[in-house]
């Protein structure tokens, strides 16, 4: 299954004597509990069968070359002087984990990496969380350490902080490290208490539809978005000084001392980061109590309220989604990661999975011009040693 991979990497970076270790971590979906992240709040998340796999191995000095199966090209670092990689349109993500590793204290060895990516990059499904969880893995595997997986993706976070300029949350590197076959992860991000939750669709599906319309989260919008919860929260403070995230207030707090924001722009953000949080809490119940019905309710009004109040949407998600829930068998859908372009994701009926694609695909190029992509996800487990 592997061999590809190897031939590759001797190609590449030639043979040794060390040993080549493989590891791999997944892309991820989020079911429910959008831009709440970094609002305290819970998210809803399950890790794909799509998975980036990185294999490497030990150099005798402090270089790190990193090589991508698709990209076909190399990039090299010297350990020591990592900041000066910033910029790097490719590898940014794994220098940044390197670099992060080595601020926290642990030390990364010299070493060759070939890096094989099955997320589709920029698609929100999380390809960069996936790369950065399969990096600090293997990073810290070869530097001789057993950190934990949930430690490794909070690392894996602050390296996209602090080196990549993206003020994330948490819950993509979570998922991409902590991720169980067959299970949602409901997450807690006030305090990263988790549970996993089975998703017994019985009969029904989940579907991807990607937009392709790139895009990236680079863009300012994310922590723009960010500042102006921050905003929020401030302002909340006078009716809940202890309030130290946004989803520490209930819905009623928040509508009765509504009046304390004045800008309809902030307002709206924060009814939308409170009332989503509510929905995520509802819909985990309504998955252990099988009533997708009401699952897929909640998933609506998330859209619903992404497009309207976050603002975080596009015309090609929405057309999508709304394409989506004119097809029979299909109970919920809506925009999943960060907006701006990516996927949706929608709860089909299982016989009905053909007709949705070619319908949803048929009016979706009709209306935007562009071709959609569509997954059956499988869901997978978490980053991992695999050799
Ligand atoms: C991106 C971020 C996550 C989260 C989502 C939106 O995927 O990396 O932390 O904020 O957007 O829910």
Known sequence: MYKHLYDEFYKIFGKSNENIRIFKSP??????????????????????????????RKR????????????????????????????????NYQLGIAYQLMTEGFSVPGCDMLFEDKVPLGSGLSSSAAIEVATS??????????????????????????????????????????????????????????????????????????????RSLGESAYNQRRYECENALLLMKEAFPDAK??????????????????????????????????????SADALKNGNLESFGEMMVKSHESLRDLYEVSCNELDVLMEAAMLQKGVIGSRMTGAGFGGCTVSLVKETTIDSFMDEVGSMYKEKTGYEASFYVSDIGGGGTEVF
């Open 27 to 56: 892309g991820r979906v989020n079911l429910i509990g959008e831009h709440i992240d970094y609002n305290g709040g819970h998210v809803l998340p399950a890790a794909l069968s799509m998975y980036t796999t990185v294999l490497v």
């Open 60 to 91: 005798n000095d402090n270089i790190i070359r990193l090589y991508a199966t698709d990209l076909k090209y190399v990039v090299q670092a010297e350990l020591d002087r990592l900041l000066l990689y910033k910029d790097y349109k490719w590898g």
């Open 137 to 214: 893995l293997a990073l810290n595997r070869l530097g001789g350490y057993d950190t934990g997986m949930k430690e490794l993706a909070i690392i894996s976070q602050m390296a996209e902080h602090n080196y990549v300029g993206v003020k994330c949350g948490i819950m993509d590197q979570f998922t991409s490290a902590m991720g169980k076959e067959g299970h949602a992860v409901l997450l807690d991000c006030r305090d990263l208490s988790y549970e996993y939750i089975p998703l017994k669709t019985a009969g029904y599906k989940l579907v991807i539809a990607n937009t392709n319309k790139k």
């Open 245 to 282: 995230y946004l989803c520490d207030i209930t819905i009623d707090g928040l509508m009765s001392n509504i009046n304390l924001i004045k800008d309809p722009v902030i307002r709206n953000r924060a009814i939308h980061v409170v009332s989503e949080n509510d929905r995520v809490l509802k």
